[in-house]
């Protein structure tokens, strides 16, 4: 989310809040219709032209909060319609996981240059001289723009002086990566599902706070009270989510007064990422088996890849991600335990829906959704004591989370193992570049590379489900890596020997 989005973002946490209080304090689901009021009182809106079409925009936001679909105008029944199906202690998901809220869309226009009043009638009128489709007239009053004949090239934006001509495009539409926005019959945003990879990023730059994803926390919280071993495993990337005085170990104790038995860093599982990918690229990319490899921890660069350029598939690394191994290694110490993973990214509550990872990872929620369970709770991470220090990862293992870290500890562990190989690196943050590097690979420009694929601006720091601009977490990163007493993934003692890769065949090469 934009962080100057300030009101959008209070209203996303407000929603999670009343949620997770409904859920804490076992009142009904129906409490959902007082929410709403609670949320917004009075007969004034604040957001929105009246405050009748606001509490509709809540209802909705309350309902995917708690995993149910959005409604149109025309299908809304009572806010409280289909409740009690969602009313359950385990995860329940009706896709697509990513909607937009109708009711809250502007419909934007897609695509639209026009001339505003900045325009200063100039006789050079360049504006009319580089329209290769004479859609611009000039007049004494300025220039006017035939939308009819205009085909959005915006050069007439690139040349005019006085900066008057604006190329006006539907923010999440603008960006989309994978093009996976288009109109309805009203000219609303729509998400394609079939092209859409849940990075977030429409979430993230909507105004109008119009796109959201579903949330688990209700029934998350309803299986933490029924009395179940349940554990959370918390991405590299939250160190600094809760404000720059809050310690890691502080943000851990404040999870487990929530409920939870303990909380493990996927730090541990990027230890195995590291080991297992250093391991593949080393075997396939060398000997020519691979032209090159692709990292796996982003999900949405993966399913983007998967998606759009299946002739390269096979090239992106077949290791677990870091989430997936940090719950293997949790069911390994307790079999009947629940994993919940806590991170930055929505794309996260897809990948555990997959087959294999739908068995060891029960719940996903973001540091947004975590926030609303602190509030609901009365919880204040700053003010509570600590004795226990974090150590389950490695320096480059916590790195994960800033762009360039998975390859850096890839590339690390790799040299490790044979010191005198050398390795190309090349990097995407953000799934437009991601696009342009899968295309690049795609026609053989990466051979002999690792290359990484991030979907999100600055790495998992700047995921839809941050609470603080990576700009101020990401230094927050690199400080609590090194503060790691494991320099290595292969330093690591939490990992059991025989969780780790042989090295000794690939010494021998």
């Known amino acids: 989310m934009k962080e100057s989005y300030i009101d959008i973002l209070n209203i996303r946490r407000m929603a999670f809040e009343h949620i997770a209080k409904i859920a804490y304090e076992n009142r009904p689901l129906t409490d959902i219709g007082l929410e709403v009021y609670d949320i917004l009182p009075g007969e004034e809106a604040t957001y929105r032209e009246n405050i009748f079409r606001e509490r509709a925009v809540m209802g909705e936001r309350l309902r995917m909060a708690i995993g149910l679909d959005a409604r149109t105008a025309d299908k809304t029944d009572a806010i409280i319609a289909g409740l009690a199906q969602m009313d359950v202690d385990k995860r329940i998901y009706h896709p697509p996981l990513v909607e937009v809220i109708k009711i809250a869309c502007e419909a934007c226009p897609e695509n639209k240059v026009t001339v505003t009043d900045q325009c200063k009638a100039c006789i050079g009128h360049p504006c009319v001289n580089v329209c290769p489709k004479n859609a611009v007239t000039y007049t004494a009053h300025g220039a006017i723009i035939d939308q009819e004949k205009c085909i959005k090239c915006g050069k007439c934006v690139d040349a005019c002086p006085y900066n008057a001509i604006n190329h006006q495009k539907r923010p999440c539409a603008e960006s989309c990566g994978v093009k996976a926005i288009k109109s309805d019959n009203l000219g609303r945003a729509e998400i394609i599902a079939d092209k859409c990879v849940a990075c977030g990023r429409c979430i993230q730059t909507c105004p109008f706070g119009a796109i959201s994803d579903k949330s ?294």
Request: one cysteine or more.
């Open 216 to 509: 688990e926390i209700y029934q998350l919280i309803k299986s933490i009270q029924s009395n179940r071993d349940v554990y959370a495993i918390i991405a590299p990337s939250f160190v600094g989510q809760f404000g720059p005085n809050v310690s890691p170990d502080q943000i851990r104790e404040a999870i487990k007064m929530l409920g939870f038995k303990d909380v493990i860093e996927v730090g541990l599982g990027a230890d195995l990422t590291t080991m297992n990918e250093a391991h593949e690229y080393l075997e396939k990319v060398p000997t020519g088996e691979f032209p090159f490899m692709g990292t796996s921890c982003c999900f949405s660069w993966k399913m983007m890849v998967r998606n759009q350029f299946p002739e390269i598939n096979e090239y992106i690394s077949e290791s677990s991600t870091p989430m997936i191994y940090t719950a293997l290694q949790l069911k390994k110490r307790n079999p009947e335990s629940e994993v919940v993973f806590v991170g930055p990214c929505i794309s996260k509550k897809l990948e555990a829906l997959e087959e294999e990872v739908a068995e060891v990872v029960d719940f996903v929620i973001t540091y947004e959704e975590l926030l609303g369970m602190f509030l609901a709770k009365g919880i204040e991470p700053s003010e509570i004591e600590v004795d226990e220090v974090m150590m389950d990862a490695s320096t480059t293992g916590r790195n994960y989370a800033v762009s360039g870290g998975v390859a850096e500890a890839v590339v690390k562990r790799a040299k490790e193992i044979r010191p005198e190989i050398e390795i190309a690196v090349e990097g995407a943050e953000g799934l437009h570049a991601c696009v342009k590097l899968a295309q690049m690979a795609k026609l053989g420009k990466m051979d002999g590379k690792l290359i990484e694929g991030m979907a999100c601006m600055g790495g998992c720091v700047g995921g839809p489900g941050v609470v603080i601009a990576e700009t101020k977490t990401a230094k927050a990163v690199r400080a609590f890596a090194s503060e790691s007493e494991f320099k290595s993934p292969a330093d690591n003692a939490n990992i059991p020997a025989e969780d780790r890769p042989d090295d000794s065949k690939l010494i021998a090469q």
